[in-house]
């Protein structure tokens, strides 16, 4: 039996691949690196590779695409602090757009990336983008959210939101941490970039409900 494939952008360890491998797709994950902090790593086939050099059409046999953008700049923005807002408002002033173009550059590649995948195929290819309600300002808001989980893109009807505890793998807790990780953390040590890679796991009964709703019949 050919097992649907599923493409993961900006992977990290997998939050989405976990659900996908449950659900019975084979699953190729991209990311600008391999992320392995002891235990965690990625669970599936890892390409690394920037997804700004990745053209659609060589997804035009998925099934569905999943991302999830980095989402530390968007975060960072919604601080109320007098840097932070400074951030923002210099975006918000640059009227070349440069910076927006810069701030969304990952978003606007996934869509590409779809778009891109859908001509190659010749047939819609549904995808789903995660990333934090922080992310509203810049790109529109999000169709729906699991908790603080946002999605955009093809989403379809799902679960109730319900209220689940914040823990490690929930951006929730990015906003209640933020600054005391970031007291503890260089910007640039593997702390860090292990701390960002397991708080932006999505939650398996997130991803394991996207993946059974566009698992093809057989």
Request: hydrophobic content about 40%; some cysteine; glycine content about 8%.
């Amino acid at each position: 039996m050919v097992r649907p494939l599923a493409i993961d952008l900006c992977c990290g360890l997998g939050g989405w691949t976990d659900g996908l491998l449950a659900q019975g797709y084979d699953v190729v994950g991209f990311d600008i690196e391999n992320h392995v902090y002891g235990k965690h790593r990625y669970p599936a086939m890892l390409v690394v590779q920037d997804v700004l050099t990745l053209h659609g059409s060589q997804f035009k046999n998925a099934a569905l695409i999943v991302a999830s953008p980095p989402c530390q700049e968007y975060s960072y923005m919604a601080m109320p602090w007098k840097r932070a807002k400074a951030k923002a408002a210099a975006i918000r002033a640059d009227a070349s757009g440069a910076e927006l173009e810069r701030l969304n550059r990952l978003f606007n590649a996934c869509f590409r990336i779809q778009r891109e995948a859908c001509e190659a195929a010749g047939h819609h290819i549904p995808m789903i983008i995660e990333n934090v309600r922080g992310a509203i300002p810049w790109v529109g808001r999000s169709r729906w959210n699991f908790g603080s989980y946002h999605l955009w893109g093809d989403v379809p009807a799902l679960m109730a939101s319900g209220h689940h505890r914040k823990q490690e793998g929930d951006p929730s807790w990015f906003y209640d941490n933020y600054e005391n990780s970031a007291r503890r953390f260089s910007s640039h040590s593997k702390e860090r970039r292990q701390w960002s890679a397991l708080i932006a796991k999505i939650p398996l009964p997130l991803s394991r409900h996207i993946a059974a709703i566009y698992r093809p019949a057989v």
